[in-house]
């Protein structure tokens, strides 16, 4: 990933609160056909060693799992916050008119080696991990004893574990840090005053980053 060092996060902790807030991650992998992408929830573990685990699980009908060249890294792509910047947002346009669109994105890229996971306890295990995160929130939350006997461990038996050991976290926050102090305050503007959810969110990263650059 191209990251200059304007854009680059470091904060582990912002790192990690990113990849549990946006958990569905794009899974990039090599292959005797080239790459090969699924896009799946995973579970970041930080207590394991170096920067952590990444746990999920893909159908066994899924090709990816069983075609991956092992001397090569997995990638785990995840997505957060992003928005279309217009260059009128910025004071600069009307002094010079040199500017251009971008787009702001906040972004996490996870490598490491894959593990495939048989074990019918490690993948249940899993399943309700990821349940007991998602359905958190809920006042009634799902859980597999809720379904009927047997239910669960048919659909276990159609998936296999995933298992990312992390080598390497690069976090890549743009956020209009490459534009001067006017244009910066002028996107927060804009972006706030569109009214949208995307575009509030974005201005409060913007206005993050300003803050940290001074």
Known sequence: MYNPAHFKKENPQALRDLMA???????VTLGSQGLCATHMPLLYDSRA?????????????????????????????????????????YP??????????????????ARGPLSVIHDVAWLKRNVSDLTAVHEAGFANPWTPET??????????NAIVGIEIAIESLDGKWK????????????????LTNLGTPEGRRMAEIVSAANRDSK
């Open 21 to 27: 807030q946006f958990p569905l991650a794009t899974l």
């Open 147 to 156: 379904a009927p006997a047997g239910y669960v461990d048919s659909m276990v």
């Open 92 to 109: 600069s346009k009307a002094e010079h008119g040199k500017v251009v669109p971008t787009w702001n994105y906040v972004v996490v890229h």
């Open 175 to 190: 956020a209009s840090q490459n534009r001067p102090v006017p244009d910066r305050l002028g996107v927060i503007d804009a």
């Open 49 to 89: 060693s170096g920067f952590g685990v990444l746990r999920g699980h893909m159908a066994k009908a899924n090709p990816q799992w069983s075609d991956v060249k092992p001397e090569v890294s997995a990638l785990a792509i995840f997505s957060g916050p992003q928005h279309y910047i217009s260059p009128n947002w």
